[in-house]
């Protein structure tokens, strides 16, 4: 594994309407927060008004799961909660590749 997959700035930059707009506001608003790694995942909450969100990354897929009405009804992978953890995460990408990159 060669790091954490995410939407690079340019990619999260050209992103347009409401869903942009509420992952940037989230993330600004530091509603991101880490809780941890285990068995082959990362764990973040994001906290949106009185709720608070799990988004998960599967280190094996590089997948991103979040838990949000909005993602289980979409196709899109990028609900705003997790636009705005990829945000976080790319602000401490050595950090996080280090601690995808380490073996089992």
């Not at 989230?26 to 909450?45: D, P, Q, T």
């Not at 897929?61 to 945000?87: E, F, G, R």
Request: hydrophobic share 40%; glycine share 6%; proline share 5%.
């Amino acid at each position: 594994m060669h790091g954490i997959s995410t939407l690079t700035p340019a990619e999260i930059e050209q992103l347009a309407g409401p869903v942009a707009k509420k992952a940037e506001q989230l993330y600004r608003n530091g509603c991101v927060s880490f809780k941890g790694m285990a068995g082959g995942s990362l764990y973040f909450e994001v906290r949106s008004s009185d709720v608070v969100y799990s988004v998960i990354y599967r280190m094996d897929s590089a997948k991103w799961l979040c838990d949000c009405k909005w993602a289980s009804l979409k196709t899109s992978p990028y609900c705003s909660h997790v636009i705005a953890t990829q945000m976080f995460v790319n602000c401490k990408k050595p950090f996080f590749d280090a601690a995808v990159s380490r073996p089992a």
